[in-house]
T-cell receptor, first 109, second 118 residues
Framework: QSVLTQPPSASGAPGQRVTISCSGS????????VHWYQQLPGTAPKLLIY???QRPSGVPDRFSGSKSGTSASLAISGLRSEDEADYYC??????????FGGGTKLTVL | QVQLQESGPGLVKPSQTLSLTCTVS??????????WSWIRQHPGKGLEWIGY?????????NPSLQSRVTISVDTSKNQLSLKLISVTAADTAVYYC???FGGGYGYWGQGTLVTVSS
């Protein structure tokens, strides 16, 4: 059971906008930054969004992050086939550990 | 560009010690105020934070693994290491080393699969 809760799956057609939610508590999302990772099959995760809504260099602006209270969201606009991957949210928790969501498998229809 | 590469045995017997090394290139492991982490992923499952060592050399561990794990840095070799004692089949996973970026894990190794089996 993951500390952060994500829907197990999400889907959308090419060109559409998809959002993936991440729910936590005051001790993690409510008090700390949220980060998002994209994991393509057979590869290491890649940092997509850091500090709630910042994109590392090279990440397209089709990807955006937001946070409100104890929840966060990742939005992907202009969906492309290459966006098909697993997405994970992460945060620090006051129990002195890093925590992840269980992951959301995104399917591009 | 910082690059990380994990290495170590792919097969460990139950009750023995899992030892992995992460070699850092493209930058010094002791420069900058970065945190160096180990993260694992059980087959077909999500990510689990194992722990990190801070730029000051202080380690922090997942409470669920704290009694069995040690993370250290060898600055002379520019390496990060992970030791996990008394392993069981539940420790079978892909193990990643990662460096902080903006608070998240911005640089990752390619991961190494460790199987615990007799």
């Amino acid at each position: 059971q993951s500390v952060l809760t994500q829907p197990p799956s999400a889907s959308g057609a090419p060109g559409q906008r998809v959002t993936i939610s991440c729910s936590g508590s005051y001790s993690n999302i409510g008090s700390h930054y949220v980060h998002w990772y994209q994991q393509l099959p057979g590869t290491a995760p890649k940092l997509l969004i850091y500090s709630n809504n910042q994109r590392p260099s090279g990440v397209p602006d089709r990807f955006s992050g937001s946070k409100s209270g104890t929840s966060a969201s990742l939005a992907i606009s202009g969906l492309r086939s290459e966006d098909e991957a697993d997405y994970y949210c992460a945060a620090w928790d006051d129990s002195l550990k890093g925590v992840f969501g269980g992951g959301t498998k995104l399917t591009v229809l | 560009q910082v690059q990380l590469q994990e290495s170590g045995p792919g097969l460990v017997k139950p009750s023995q010690t899992l030892s992995l090394t992460c070699t850092v290139s493209g930058g010094s492991i002791s420069s900058g105020s970065y945190y160096w982490s180990w993260i694992r992923q059980h087959p077909g499952k999500g990510l689990e934070w194992i722990g990190y060592i801070s730029y000051s050399g202080s380690p922090y561990y997942n409470p669920s693994l704290q009694s069995r794990v040690t993370i250290s840095v060898d600055t002379s070799k520019n390496q990060l290491s992970l030791k996990l004692i008394s392993v069981t089949a539940a420790d079978t996973a892909v193990y990643y080393c990662a460096r902080e970026f903006g608070g998240g894990y911005g640089y990752w190794g390619q991961g190494t699969l460790v199987t615990v089996s007799s």
